[in-house]
């Protein structure tokens, strides 16, 4: 009799701070249409949202004044509210006012070279040109197979790392579940070596036979912090 075959979990791609920090500095913001793109990746990476929902984003869904916040369309037509970072919101504020007339309907990041609105496709085109770019300074980019998907769990591994708990990633990304959001912790290296740099902690005496030892490590539950 066969064995049944399990499910295979395909690897997560992500990008970590230099390799985002990179993808950031590939674009000319001299221009109106690299400060779009910069504004787009930067509001994609502070709100780990997905590409359809960036997309559909609207200015009345963006509070940019006082602790900015944005409402998202998730799946099942499901509403949350993300913070926007100070740097994030002020991107957004200026990219508005360079046309205040034309983000009555929808925002300036989502409006491609001939004035009509981004499509996933258009993204990714971007997204694409742009790491290449960015490889010729971090040569890890060359090897990895990035897509607007991918900015997403680059926030998930973020926060992760920053010491947010599950429950905050899960609310924050819109997961239907923590399963889908404790996948994070296995896709990162330097997470998986965190329990090698902790000191064992060892019992002061011999466990009785069939007992157990048990041990909650403490941590400290940070902000995540890349708005330079």
């Known amino acids: 009799m066969p064995f ?8 997560i791609e992500y990008l970590d701070r230099t390799e985002l920090d990179a993808l950031l500095k590939s674009i000319d913001r001299s221009r109106h249409l690299g400060r779009r793109d910069y ?15 960036v997309l559909d984003v609207r200015v009345s869904d963006v509070r940019l004044e006082g602790p ?10 499901k509403v ?4 926007l970072w100070p740097a994030t919101a002020r991107l957004l504020r200026d990219l508005i006012a360079e046309h205040p007339a034309a983000a009555t309907s929808a ?7 001939t004035g009509q609105p981004l499509t996933r496709y258009g993204v990714r085109y971007l997204l694409k040109r742009y790491v290449q770019k ?25 926060l992760l790392k920053s010491g947010v708990d599950f429950a905050t990633i899960s609310q924050w990304l819109g997961h239907a579940g923590l399963n889908t959001t404790m996948r994070y912790a296995r896709a990162d290296i330097d997470l998986k070596r965190r329990p090698l740099r902790r000191p064992s902690r060892m019992p002061s005496r011999p466990l009785p036979a069939g007992g157990s030892c048990s041990t909650a490590p403490t941590s400290s539950v940070g902000c995540v912090d890349f708005r330079k």
């Open 107 to 113: 925002t300036q990041r989502s409006s491609s070279r």
């Open 39 to 53: 504004a787009l990746f930067a509001f994609m990476f502070n709100t780990g949202a997905r590409v359809q929902e």
């Open 134 to 158: 960015a490889s010729q300074l971090v040569p890890s980019l060359k090897g990895k197979s990035l897509h607007p998907h991918s900015i997403r769990h680059s926030t998930a591994v973020a």
């Open 80 to 83: 949350r509210i993300c913070p």
């Open 68 to 77: 900015g916040q944005v409402r998202l369309m998730g799946k099942g037509r």
């Open 4 to 11: 049944k075959r399990g499910a295979i979990e395909a690897p």
